[in-house]
């Protein structure tokens, strides 16, 4: 059974002796220090496997590359297409605008 010291509400606990109090702070800070440890090893353990789920992650995964070997004026010519695209999306999307209802 490990030595402990006596509580502050301990009668028999010595007053001469303020190391106790000393003892006890110190005893609580540890405590704390240990359960912080064990909060930052799970949260850690939780981040390892977010990462490992992020680069085990589906092959099919969209992606785009920008310029791969492609002739600078059809990567322009292809990105103002998009813009166009997009452009006439959101006029759509306006009241009045093709396609919409307009209100009034």
Known sequence: MEPTAPSEADPARPES???WRSLSHLRDRVEAAVREIERLRAENADLARRVAELQDGPASAPSFRFGDG???DAL???VQGFIDLVDGLLQADEPGGDGSPSDG
Do not use: G, L
């Open 76 to 78: 322009k010519a292809r």
């Open 17 to 19: 002796r303020p190391d």
């Open 70 to 72: 492609d002739d600078p």
